[in-house]
């Protein structure tokens, strides 16, 4: 897990990405060498050291020699994949998944893609052609951006150190699953695991399966590690399932005296053990993060500032721990249709417009509010097989009438039946977000504590005059233009594609 950055065919290259480099120092906990290619092509990483992290510095290169590769990420079958082209006679110099990448892709090419499972982003330059490949995992989960500038291109792992490494040219972001070469852009789609569409009971057994798999991949086999845990259907899957693989677990959860998840967190624990550690706040503690906030996520979107604010929280006190690793239930509302928003959406192609917006929504909140404590924060719901899962059973087993009312979220509720001992409150509670589950009151757009919050802070006549100033981002309220200041002062939004096509859950 690491921030890369790449300049190619650009002047002064190396000067350039230094500077960027320590734009994102918070990304990592050691600066590896600079790899530089020629004055237009360097390659840099600031790397967070988890997988054989004394051996696997980066750039990492081919062992060909052909492939000199920064990447963040994790890529959880590496071993099998290690496995796979050994027996082709390729030899390894340490035990990490980056010289797995650098090596699959100097053997296989563009091929090795659809081969890894995992989260990932990263940068490969092609020493013998005087080419490259950039690319990430198809949900987005690891973040990847570009400036086309003079004849070349460059890449990072954020926003900001792009517009400092030049004043020209537009932030643009690499799509899930998309691959930018010299050849040009195309998509690459992963293999998974093909399965039988039956009952609601079979296909709750099936998930079952699949998240046990994925999460039995994600669970670090000697650290210690933490589980983003709020007492819901998610979060509690993940916390029951994980501890059947590991008991080097610490759960947390962040409330105030209000909280609602506190409750069914509280009575998991009573149940099942593992005690949450519980981080409080006061809600003029959440109204001074607002502006280190908006700047950590580089949006000025409502729904991602509000809820960042309690992952930030939240990231912050499992790195003071000492914790590296996380574990949370980020994408099961998006795949099996948890949120109010969803409960109008009959068709697949309706509600996929959700998950297809996640890398730039909640992936987008917990990498940059994970990356910015040095914690490398896995989402076991969005491995491939379970994303291709969601995406072939009905809708019905999603939404709809069960057990006498109508509910969302329902192969989850069905696969709770397999867990007798998980309490039947947690199976059968509502869905609330992170803001009003941690005792923050109403999330609505127009109402509540941060809408009535940013209200107070600007009159009338500057809400008018800032709709005018920011006519491009469309904004509707004083709380989009309050965060819209701020993060103006950050960095120039107006070259910054993604943060003027606004995602369609940020716009209810």
Request: net charge positive.
């Amino acid at each position: 897990m690491c921030g890369i950055v790449a300049i190619i065919n650009v002047s002064s290259a190396k000067e350039r990405l230094v500077k960027a480099l320590k734009k994102i120092e918070h990304r990592g906990d050691i600066s590896d060498p600079v790899y530089e290619v020629s004055n237009k092509i360097a390659l840099g990483t600031r790397r967070l050291r988890i997988l054989d992290w004394e051996n696997a510095i980066q750039p990492m290169i081919s062992y060909n020699n052909q492939f000199v590769v920064v990447y963040n990420g994790e890529i959880y079958n590496y071993k099998d994949l290690r496995i796979d082209l050994e027996k082709k006679g390729i030899k390894f110099n340490t035990e990490s998944d980056t010289e797995v990448l650098a090596n699959g892709l100097a053997y296989y090419g563009v091929r090795f893609l659809p081969m890894l499972n995992g989260m990932f982003a990263f940068v490969a330059y092609n020493l013998r052609e005087n080419s490259f490949i950039a690319s990430r995992d198809t949900a987005g989960i690891k973040p990847l951006y570009f400036i086309k500038y003079e004849h070349g291109f460059c890449f990072a792992s954020e926003i900001k150190p792009l517009l400092f490494v030049t004043d020209l040219g537009i932030v643009q972001e690499v799509k899930p699953g998309q691959i930018i070469s010299n050849n040009g852009n195309f998509h690459y789609e992963t293999i998974t695991s093909d399965f039988r569409v039956g009952s609601l009971k079979q296909n709750a057994k099936n998930l079952a399966r699949l998240l046990e798999s994925s999460i039995a991949r994600q669970v670090p086999s000697t650290q210690e590690f933490a589980i983003k845990f709020g007492g819901g259907i998610d979060s509690t899957l993940i916390l029951h399932l994980a501890s059947k693989y590991s008991k080097n677990i610490k759960s947390y959860l962040i409330s105030n005296e209000n909280g609602i998840d506190k409750k069914y967190a509280l009575e998991y624990a009573q149940r099942c053990g593992a005690d949450p550690i519980i981080i409080n706040f006061s809600e003029q503690d959440i109204y001074k993060l607002i502006k280190p906030v908006v700047s950590t996520i580089e949006s000025f979107e409502p729904t991602l500032v509000r809820n960042s604010i309690f992952s930030f929280l939240l990231s912050k006190r499992i790195s003071d721990d000492g914790i590296k690793i996380a574990l949370c239930g980020e994408g099961a509302d998006e795949l099996f249709l948890g949120y109010r928003e969803m409960e109008s959406y009959k068709e697949n192609m309706d509600y996929q417009i959700f998950y297809k917006d996640l890398y730039r929504t909640q992936l987008q909140r917990v990498d940059r509010c994970s990356m910015q404590f040095h914690l490398e924060t896995r989402v076991p719901f969005l491995d491939e097989n379970i994303v291709f899962f969601s995406k072939n059973i009905p809708i019905s087993q999603k939404i709809g009438k069960y057990e006498g009312t109508f509910t969302n979220k329902i192969i989850l509720r069905e696969l709770f039946k397999l867990f007798p001992e998980i309490p039947e409150s947690i199976r059968l509670r509502d869905k609330v977000v992170l803001v009003e589950g941690a005792g923050m009151g109403n999330n609505s757009k127009f109402s509540g504590p941060f809408y009535e919050h940013s209200n107070s802070q600007m009159t009338d006549e500057d809400f008018k005059f800032s709709k005018k100033k920011y006519s491009k981002f469309f904004p509707t309220t004083k709380e989009e233009v309050l965060y819209l200041n701020v993060l103006e002062n950050t960095f120039d939004i107006k070259r910054v594609e993604n943060i003027l096509k606004r995602p369609m859950l940020n716009k209810m």
